[in-house]
């Protein structure tokens, strides 16, 4: 008997083990998100002036205009984290706040049910669900409220603990309201449970639920202490604001998984199957779930079906339901099965090995970015340098770019993170600050250049640091053949322009590129025929200026192999993979230097890493063809093919490739 209940302990423990290394995995990944940086900004403000902003501090568009600062408490949380902690330290408290959350799911599902190793084994479930918003954000201290919320009425449900606790809520609702607008998801949650018990004591009067002026009064004071906040009654009408306006409707955050868009996104396919199975299980065991808790799933269910934001409240809701049901399918499908010591043994071995194995293997290849197509990330600490302008800023300051500046949506919370007060933004991340008419005519500019125009005529601005993305290209084209304004910096993530003024006559001279452009080719073919070498001496320019810009060592060792300067192009090669390990597109480049040497075994050993290390890499999937070809593999030839032309169906030269190998084997 003893050493059975140690047998237990010990596979309990392993799997408690194997959970929590499975989450770190998840979690623990590099800072990509733009909103956190205008939070910590806002802290800091807070924290340094003792008062809570109601107008707007950090733009020139809308400097003074009306602010709901909902998010005041937890964006000082986060500021003194990472006063104290740095980047890394915020990494590691959103990976321990998500690993609490589970364990709240636990509690939770321990309330109506004992089997705590199955708990174990489905709560990860969220993880799975909710990782497209594990990010450092305010919304996740309302996810822990709201988990909290939900094992407390729970517990008080089954009777596990007096309904007195009740009047715990409003406690957690006023801190709560300044922490997050998702204290509404709170209120809807708690009125379900109301309303349930409402109509229970008017069927039974003499049961243990509490008189209805007791619920009453419960919902009144949490719905009262809501308006103990800078704002009053603006939180309420905060989120109907921000859905309202024109952000929302080209944001995937806001975006239906259903959406035809989010079919690219690998949250839809977790989240289809999850609700699918969720459905039938439940189905299956629907006698032994409880009504309040069945409403509360389908109202959030239908909300994550609007907007996948609310995938992690469904989540949270479904989970418990779910295990509900499983525990008494497997009390009437599997009881005698699981009643045999060994079998029960042997199947949570294999249950841990497979939650460890995960773990172990996002630890070493990662998993797939929220984007199909774009590669795998490994968790991590520190900024993702190929999302946040980490150098481009450190440029700016160094080179005295400040003032009002014309940037790109994503880049206008670091910006005024690194640089205000010096800096003032033309946009960041707070939708609801700047408006529906100012939001869309920002997103024409990128697309129309006389909107961008009209910005530079009407707002006083002579630098502009955009993101690095084609879909932008025709305001880049129009910057660059603008007399007035010249490219003094780019990398992979940003570039900057500066307007021909005075203070800027030193810089333009010294960093101004003529020659290269990332986002516009022809302008680097263009001068190879006339100025090879200024190409290459612009290009050396930015490898200095930024030692981790991919591009700018792919276009210079591309420039290198073609004129079969293959030491120098190994050289340079090598020192991009120094400052970027494991990058694939260093590592594709690498394999063309030894593909046009003749080295087909040593092209063939990089195009193979490179899409061990991005799967959806069809460039390298066509150079490993044509190694193929080279050593009369023909069969591995058309298999590489045939996933260039699965991942790119347009790619024309695999289309015409693949159809004569297939017409003359021989070929």
Not at 281 to 286: D, I, M, N, R, T
Not at 601 to 618: D, H, S, V
Request: glycine residues 6%; charged residues 20%; hydrophobic residues 45%.
């Amino acid at each position: 008997m003893e050493k059975r209940f140690s047998n237990h302990n010990v596979l309990f423990a392993l799997m408690i083990m194997s959970v929590l290394i499975l989450t770190a995995m998840i979690t623990i990944t590099q800072v990509s998100n733009y909103d956190l940086w205008w939070h910590l900004k806002t802290g800091e403000l807070i924290t340094e002036q003792h008062t809570i902003p109601t107008t707007d501090p950090f733009s020139f568009t809308r400097d003074g205009e009306r602010w709901v600062t909902h998010e005041w408490l937890s964006e000082i949380v986060l500021f003194v984290v990472s006063y104290a902690a740095g980047d890394s330290g915020l990494i590691i408290a959103k990976s321990i706040l998500i690993a609490l959350i589970l364990f709240i799911l636990y509690l939770t599902a321990r309330v109506y049910c004992s089997g705590r190793f199955m708990i174990l084994l489905i709560i990860p479930l969220f993880l799975l669900l909710s990782r497209h918003r594990f990010f450092v954000r305010p919304h996740l201290f309302s996810l822990i409220f709201f988990a909290c919320e939900g094992l407390l009425l729970q517990a008080v449900f089954k009777e596990k603990i007096s309904a007195k606790r009740l009047w715990w809520l409003p406690v957690l609702f006023v801190v709560w309201v300044n922490t997050h607008g998702g204290f509404l998801y709170g209120l809807v949650l708690l009125g379900i449970y109301i309303a349930y018990w409402i109509i229970q004591k008017y069927r039974r009067p003499h049961s243990l639920i509490p008189s209805v002026g007791t619920l009453v009064g419960i919902m009144a004071a949490c719905v009262g202490v809501c308006l103990l906040n800078p704002n009053g009654f603006d939180v309420f009408t905060y989120g109907l604001t921000i859905y309202k306006e024109g952000y929302v409707a080209s944001n995937t955050e806001w975006f239906s998984p259903f959406d035809p868009s989010m079919r690219e996104h690998t949250m839809f396919y977790v989240y289809t199957v999850y609700s699918v199975c969720f459905l039938i299980v439940s189905l299956l065991a629907y006698k032994r779930l409880n009504v309040p808790a069945v409403a509360a799933t389908l109202i959030f269910f239908v909300a994550s079906a609007k907007s996948q934001r609310n995938i992690p409240y469904f989540a949270m809701t479904s989970i418990p339901l779910l295990v509900i049901s499983i525990d008494y399918i497997k009390t009437q499908r599997l009881g005698h099965l699981l009643a045999h010591k060994r079998v029960a043994e042997i199947i949570k071995i294999v249950c841990i090995m497979a939650v460890l194995t995960s773990g172990c293997k996002i630890f070493d290849k990662g998993y797939p970015i929220a984007v199909k197509g774009q590669g795998y990330a490994k968790p991590g600490i520190g900024i993702n340098e190929s999302v946040v302008p980490v150098e481009a800023v450190s440029f700016a300051q160094k080179h005295g770019i400040n003032g009002n500046l014309f940037n790109s949506y994503q880049f206008g919370g670091y910006l005024l993170y690194r640089g205000y007060p010096d800096i003032k933004v033309f946009i960041d991340g707070r939708a609801d600050v700047y408006g529906k008419q100012l939001y869309e005519a920002y997103r024409n500019s990128l697309s129309v250049p006389s909107y961008f125009s009209q910005f530079e005529e009407k707002y006083s601005f002579d630098a502009a640091i955009l993101e690095s993305d084609e879909n932008d290209k025709p305001l880049h084209q129009y910057l660059w053949n603008d007399p007035k304004w010249h490219l003094v910096y780019f990398d992979d993530t940003a570039l900057i322009y500066v307007k021909k003024t005075p203070r800027f006559e030193d810089l333009i001279e010294h960093n101004r590129y003529t020659a290269v452009h990332p986002l516009i080719g022809d302008v680097m073919s263009k001068h190879l025929d006339i100025n090879p070498q200024l190409v290459v001496a612009e290009l050396q320019r930015a490898i200095s200026d930024n030692p981790r810009s991919v591009s700018s060592y792919v276009m210079l060792a591309r420039i290198y192999r073609n004129r079969r300067l293959f030491n120098d192009a190994e050289r340079l090669l090598n020192q991009g993979l120094e400052e970027c390990p494991d990058n694939y597109a260093i590592i594709n480049q690498m394999g063309l230097v030894y593909l046009r040497q003749g080295n087909f075994i040593l092209a063939r050993k990089w195009f193979t890493r490179a899409i061990r290390l991005n799967k959806y890499f069809p460039e390298a999937y066509g150079n490993l063809a044509i190694t193929c070809i080279e050593q009369d593999d023909l069969k591995q030839a058309k298999k590489m093919f045939r996933k260039v032309l699965k991942l790119n169906p347009t790619d024309e030269f695999a289309g015409a490739a693949l159809k004569r190998l297939e017409e003359q084997p021989g070929w």
